[in-house]
């Protein structure tokens, strides 16, 4: 996957810093060009990223669907049900809401959304432009005030059972669906596919970006990438798939620890790991794992 948007800022952040470090008094020196003059470099980094683009969606298309295949994408949902609910009943978390004291507010739905990390207010806001008069929708100034913090200010004590109104009604599952598909699912297969990953690789991708988030900053999915692959190639790039999925969840497991000392493990150690050791790079059934202490099978 490739970063376009930088693509597209990088040639007038360059003109601005280098006018900007010529000295005040430099009278001889020619004025900046006028940003027309930069259009062109403008429209040939689009007309690449673009390019590169499509180029992406080919490859990815003529994957074969992975765990993009309904009965793939099942499976997946019950593993991560597992870990961020203890449960295999997806279906059965839509209206979950509670504060776990781990520094993410509120944690919500189907994949644990937070009112501390975004997702969830990017879902009710979302979700209020189709639906203004949900029961969330007097929630968003508080989910707005709150977001990136641990607060509840503005939020207690309505918005627990607010929450687990809406959670009954058929729009809302559909909206937090839509959203967990958007943000994490379909993200984290694409980038999968791209990197040469089959089923087992793309459900680790799309885990992890559930649980570390979509973002680049330290601790966030792509921090965990791009520090395997400081000493592991993906498959794309010539690199065997179970030595590059093993040293992308030592990372993971790594990162889960250096946030949380004391956190469970064991969605990485006797489930993800359990099936790459088994060879199982295609998540078939039957699996059988352990998720905080419980055993899990699916047949």
Request: with cysteine; proline share 8%; net charge negative.
């Amino acid at each position: 996957m490739r970063p376009a948007g930088l693509l597209l800022s990088a040639v007038p952040v360059i003109a601005a810093a280098v006018y900007l470090l010529l000295p005040s008094d430099s009278s001889d020196i020619p004025a900046p060009p006028p940003a027309a003059t930069a259009q062109p470099a403008l429209d040939e980094a689009k007309d690449r990223a673009e390019s590169e683009r499509a180029a992406d969606d080919a490859l990815v298309a003529a994957r074969p669907p992975g765990l993009a295949a309904p009965e793939k994408k099942e499976i997946a949902l019950r593993l991560v049900a597992s870990a961020e609910h203890a449960t295999t009943d997806w279906r059965g978390t839509y209206g979950v809401i509670e504060d776990a004291d781990d520094g993410c507010g509120y944690t919500a739905g189907i994949v644990g959304f937070c009112t501390a990390t975004h997702d969830l207010l990017a879902l009710v806001e979302t979700y209020t432009e189709d639906h203004p008069d949900n029961g969330l929708a007097p929630y968003l100034p508080a989910l707005r005030e709150v977001d990136g913090t641990d607060s509840h200010e503005g939020l207690d004590p309505g918005f627990p059972a607010a929450w687990k109104a809406e959670a009954r009604t058929p729009a809302f599952r559909a909206a937090q669906e839509a959203e967990r598909d958007r943000r994490y699912f379909e993200p984290a297969v694409r980038l999968a596919k791209l990197d040469g990953l089959g089923t087992l690789g793309q459900f680790v991708y799309f885990d992890a970006m559930v649980f570390h988030g979509p973002g680049i900053e330290a601790g966030g999915f792509y921090d965990v990438r791009a520090r395997t692959l400081d000493g592991a190639r993906t498959p794309a790039a010539g690199g065997p798939e179970k030595t590059y999925l093993s040293a992308f969840l030592d990372v993971r497991r790594a990162t889960m620890l250096s946030r949380y000392p004391d956190r469970n493990t064991s969605r990485v150690d006797t489930a993800q790991r359990r099936f790459l050791t088994a060879g199982n790079l295609g998540l078939d059934t039957p699996l059988t794992w352990e998720m905080h202490g419980e055993r899990y099978t699916l047949r």
